[in-house]
């Protein structure tokens, strides 16, 4: 399975700041997605990032706000712009893994990024 | 997308199996997972299932899936205190290109 980082593992920030995550996989992979996990709650994607194209967002999210950088088949950037204390989540990003026809069709993730806006 | 449903929370005694319920909305899913996240850690996929199976088993996991009911569970044999954490299951989400709709999580406590 692929292996995935990221950084930072956590910050904090003050509000109307911007933090800019990293990830990085060890492998190529097309399918990389970014997801925001509010305290308490479930998971909510933000946006695909295919490598190529630009990345496609989710309602309630916009590029203005979550800007994406997928520069090449192992990384991406997601940056949260312009904090406020409602953008305190755990951010993750995830790659698709398919082998084979069929065979398996699996996404992993990442650690995380914890981050708290003051 | 709309809510895949999954009780809350859900405590057994070490040694028992728990059964954790999971009600997706797509039926066209193609695969269905289900995700142990433990306090202050990420998402490590426990397990899949290929929308044309109805049980997969792997070593303590069962999976079983009932298409007719959009139902999938998970069940843990032989629960240990390590099985402790938040279990998500997920369906791919519909025209997103493969991500994932997660439910809320059950939260599994196993006491000694």
């Known amino acids: 399975s692929a292996v995935i980082s990221q950084k930072p593992s956590r910050d904090i920030c003050q509000r109307g700041t911007s933090l800019t995550i990293q990830c990085q996989v060890d492998?190529?992979?097309?399918?990389m997605f970014w997801y925001r996990q509010q305290p308490g709650q479930s998971l909510t994607l933000i946006a695909t990032?295919?490598?190529?194209?630009?990345?496609?967002?989710e309602s309630g999210f916009v590029i203005d706000k979550f800007p994406i950088s997928r520069p090449n088949l192992t990384f991406s950037t997601l940056t949260v712009s312009n904090m406020s204390p409602e953008d305190s989540s755990i951010y993750l990003c995830?790659?698709?893994?398919?082998?084979?026809?069929?065979?398996?069709?699996?996404?992993?993730f990442g650690p995380g990024t914890r981050l708290t806006v003051l | 997308g709309e809510d895949v449903e999954q009780s809350l929370f859900l405590s057994v005694r070490e040694g028992d199996s728990s059964v954790i319920n999971c009600t997706y909305t797509?039926?066209?899913?193609?695969?269905l997972y289900w995700y142990k996240q433990e306090p202050g850690a990420g998402l490590q996929l426990l397990t899949y299932?290929?929308?044309?199976?109805d049980m997969k088993q792997d070593q303590r996991l069962t999976v079983l899936l009932n298409k007719k009911d959009k139902h999938l569970s998970l069940r843990i044999a032989d629960t240990q205190t390590g099985d402790s954490a938040i279990y998500f299951c997920?369906?791919?989400?519909?025209?997103?290109?493969?991500?994932?709709?997660f439910g809320k999580g059950t939260s599994l406590l196993v006491t000694p």
């Open positions: 797509d039926s066209s899913s193609t695969y």
């Open positions: 995830s790659v698709r893994e398919v082998v084979g026809l069929g065979q398996s069709d699996t996404q992993y």
């Open positions: 299932i290929f929308s044309n199976m």
């Open positions: 492998s190529q992979v097309t399918m």
């Open positions: 990032a295919n490598q190529g194209s630009e990345a496609t967002y």
């Open positions: 997920a369906e791919i989400l519909g025209n997103s290109g493969y991500a994932l709709n």
